[in-house]
């Protein structure tokens, strides 16, 4: 589990350390400038002094230096540290490396060894079947050869292998030193930075202290000559406040006299208009108990006359009782008959439900078995795919770097290879199924229904986004059936949208619907294939009464594509990863373009020409060796015969001769 990255001033990155040492220097500006700002305020006057502070200068550019400070410190250490990863990283790959060309070499070494043994026990059936004593013994003495090869083969390798252990037996103790030293200058880095540090923290705050002593005694002789000022402005202030307080209670007093006289008046008024209502309500009370004594004798009417109808309902009551005595009897009888069919029905449901278990149990066990087998046949397949994909890709790797050679070497041209994403392995390759069928319901509900805002995070497949929308909602409408009364009752209430999303994510799961293969698959069957030669595909939707076909018929193929088909189980996963692996080979068994052929061809046969070239120049150096070897063993004769005695005896010397002819003389080197 990684830990959690760090921000602020304890960023890795350097831009994000000092951007938050910039920002944390502004805020403590800001609010040193309004604390200032508030002590300052005078409640008559706007003016405020806008000359900056010295000590908020001077704090500021102390805090810059110390970020400074510690951001050189920070880097100089990280140094150290980024060159021991880079170091690290260097010999994590020459390991890896070297534990590959180990692993190849016993590789090899078994080949060439279970080669020589099978060759071994093959020659003893030979031996065996030989009749003469010195035959057999050329035989063994052959087999003891082949046997002392394998054995010096082996301890070869072996001694390789303790060489280089102890080669890196040595590389480890010289990396030891390499980190201890690298750690002692990290410690010597920090301890004299933080030297450096505490000293320029000593001299930053003594002059920290004497510009705030500075301040403090500006700030004491401006507050003691702003409160003065405060003082006698307060006092003019009070005398004002004095004189009109007296001027307000006099006003007050005759507004009192004026407002009492007026209330007099109102009350007056008032009582009048009481007494005229007290009248008005005594001859409604007389109203009322005339029409009192009316209602009193039209209820004795009525009293009198459902009396008479409560005797008529007694009558009907006794006969209606009759006639239940009768209807409760016949319903004794269809129980009875009711209870009889039941428990028949129980025993044969009974039956019926053993029955199912039983082939159920089977169909389970069934089932497992086949799964079981399907399984170590995929394994057994994806490990031989996995041996012929390394092989195959060895070897297409050689020969692009052969293909790189020429080009580059030969040719002297840029060489450009093929996607390196190609040789990723499909070993154990799992066709995705398409994004979660709750994250597509979502962005086709909220869609519009315009077929211009379609997105392409809406559509599923090659069906429209709207043509989706149209269809499910058609879907939510058309299959109630499948949701529990009382959710309906809970959805009423809510919007449509949010009513549509929780419908139909009731009726995906009903459905047995995951993931966006299955809504694709799903609304194929809710629409009407377009045209083949319609441009644009116009799609349009089924009509309502074959929403129940339709869904059965989606079942049905939705059981065949999960697996639970009649039938048997259908897996259409392995069919596309099949697919993706022959495309996978037939794209690499054409990596190596025509051109580049094409492009070898004709190398090659420049080569040879040049080959051709050098064996005839080879030659000529040859002869020209030969002619300085015959040329000095002619000079060497000359020599002697123009040195000899007898030259001396003749008249005219052939060294005179050759003299006036131009020719160097005998003891003149030619």
């Not at 003691?224 to 006092?235: I, P, S």
Request: proline letters at 3%; glycine letters at 4%; aromatic letters at 6%.
């Amino acid at each position: 589990m990684s830990a959690t990255p760090k921000k602020g001033v304890e960023s890795e990155h350097a831009e994000e350390r000092i951007k938050a040492r910039r920002d944390r220097i502004a805020r403590r500006v800001a609010a040193t400038q309004a604390g200032v700002a508030h002590l300052e305020k005078d409640e008559d006057a706007d003016w405020v002094d806008p000359t900056p502070i010295t000590s908020n200068l001077k704090v500021e550019e102390v805090a810059e230096l110390v970020d400074i400070a510690r951001e050189d410190m920070t880097q100089k250490v990280s140094l150290v540290r980024a060159t021991a990863d880079l170091a690290d990283s260097q010999r994590r790959q020459a390991e890896e490396d070297a534990k590959s060309a180990r692993r190849a070499r016993i590789a090899e070494d078994r080949a060439a060894s279970l080669e020589a043994f099978t060759e071994i026990e093959s020659k003893w059936d030979d031996a065996l079947s030989l009749n003469g004593v010195e035959d057999l013994q050329e035989a063994l003495e052959a087999q003891k050869a082949a046997c002392g090869e394998m054995l010096r083969r082996k301890d070869t390798l072996a001694e390789d292998f303790h060489r280089a252990l102890k080669e890196k037996d040595n590389q480890y103790v010289e990396e030891q030193r390499s980190q201890a030293t690298d750690v002692q200058t990290v410690l010597t880095t920090m301890a004299s930075q933080a030297k450096a540090i505490w000293k320029d923290h000593q001299n930053q705050l003594e002059d920290l202290e004497g510009s705030f002593l500075e301040e403090r005694t500006e700030l004491l002789d401006l507050t003691k000559d702003k409160w003065t000022d405060y003082a006698d402005r307060r006092r003019t202030d009070e005398e004002i406040q004095a004189e009109g307080r007296l001027q307000g209670i006099s006003d007050h007093e005759d507004r009192m006299d004026h407002l009492r006289e007026r209330e007099a008046m109102e009350y007056n008024a008032v009582k009048a208009k009481l007494t005229n209502d007290i009248h008005q309500l005594e001859q409604q009370v007389e109203l009322m108990r005339a029409t009192y004594q009316l209602n009193s004798e039209k209820l004795d009417y009525n009293y009198q006359v459902l009396k008479k109808r409560s005797e008529e309902n007694a009558i009907t009551i006794s006969q209606q009782k009759r006639k239940i005595s009768r209807m409760q009897d016949n319903i004794n009888n269809l129980r009875l008959r009711g209870r009889k069919q039941e428990k028949d029905g129980q025993s044969e449901n009974v039956a019926l439900t053993e029955d199912f278990k039983r082939i159920a149990d089977r169909f389970k066990e069934l089932q497992k078995k086949f799964r079981h087998f399907q399984v170590a046949d995929n394994r057994q397949f994806e490990e031989v795919f996995a041996m012929n994909e390394e092989v195959g890709t060895g070897l297409v790797k050689e020969l692009l770097a052969v293909d790189k050679v020429v080009f580059e070497q030969q040719l002297g041209t840029k060489w450009t290879g093929p996607d390196e994403t190609m040789f990723s392995s499909l070993s154990g390759e799992v066709v995705a199924a398409g994004r979660p069928a709750s994250e597509v319901l979502e962005a086709v509900v909220a869609a519009p229904e315009e077929p211009e805002a379609d997105a392409a995070a809406v559509n599923v497949g090659d069906i429209p986004g709207h043509i989706v929308k149209k269809a499910l909602f058609l879907l939510a409408n058309e299959a109630e059936f499948l949701l529990e009364q009382r959710l309906l009752g809970l959805l009423a209430p809510l919007e449509e949208k949010q009513r549509y999303l929780l419908k139909l994510d009731s009726i995906f799961k009903a459905l047995g619907v995951e993931n966006e293969g299955s809504i694709h698959l799903l609304v194929g069957h809710l629409v009407v294939p377009p045209d083949e030669g319609a441009v644009p595909p116009v799609y349009e939707l089924i009509a309502p009464n074959q929403v129940n076909s339709a869904l059965k018929d989606f079942v049905e193929e939705h059981r065949r594509t999960q697996g639970l088909s009649d039938d048997g189980p259908v897996d259409d996963s392995l069919t596309l990863v099949t697919q993706h692996r022959d495309d996978y080979w037939t794209h690499l068994a054409h990596i190596h373009p025509d051109l580049h052929g094409r492009i070898w061809d004709a190398v090659h046969d420049g080569l040879e020409k040049y080959e051709e070239v050098l064996h005839k120049r080879q030659t000529a150096i040859e002869r020209a060796d030969e002619l300085e070897v015959q040329n000095a063993e002619l000079k060497q004769l000359l020599q002697q015969y123009m040195t000899s005695d007898v030259n001396k005896a003749l008249v005219i010397p052939p060294t005179a001769v050759l003299t006036q002819s131009g020719y160097p003389a005998p003891n003149e080197s030619y």
